[in-house]
């Protein structure tokens, strides 16, 4: 079940960190987070494992990256808050069962 390439698509070219004074800071996630690395190819990084859990409301999800350069490992966190309400829009509606 390693899927690599879903992993690669899960990850978003991009997040949104937040910033305790300046709100968000949009930053690309195609790079090497590690010190002293300076990689931004973004075929020197490898997505190899995901974990998921909910806290509190937020869904989270850590994606484990190794890096061909510096050959290290980092993991991006991404969290989502759950959604409350829920939209009726882009619901795959189920025909009740009766
Ligand atoms: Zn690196």
């Known amino acids: 079940m390693s899927d690599k390439e879903s992993l690669r698509v899960e990850i978003l070219?991009?997040?949104y960190i937040s910033l305790a004074?300046?709100?968000m800071e949009k930053i690309s996630l195609d790079q090497c987070f590690l010190k002293n690395c300076d990689n931004k190819d973004i075929k020197l990084l490898e997505p190899f494992k995901k974990v998921e859990y909910e806290e509190k409301n937020k869904q989270i999800k850590?994606?484990?990256i190794r890096c061909k350069k510096c050959e290290g490992i980092f993991i991006l966190?991404?969290?989502n808050l759950k959604?409350?309400?829920k939209s009726t829009k882009d619901d795959d509606e189920e025909p009740l069962s009766m």
């Open 13 to 15: 070219e991009y997040a």
């Open 21 to 23: 004074r300046r709100g």
């Open 62 to 64: 850590e994606i484990f």
């Open 77 to 79: 966190k991404l969290e």
């Open 83 to 85: 959604r409350v309400a």
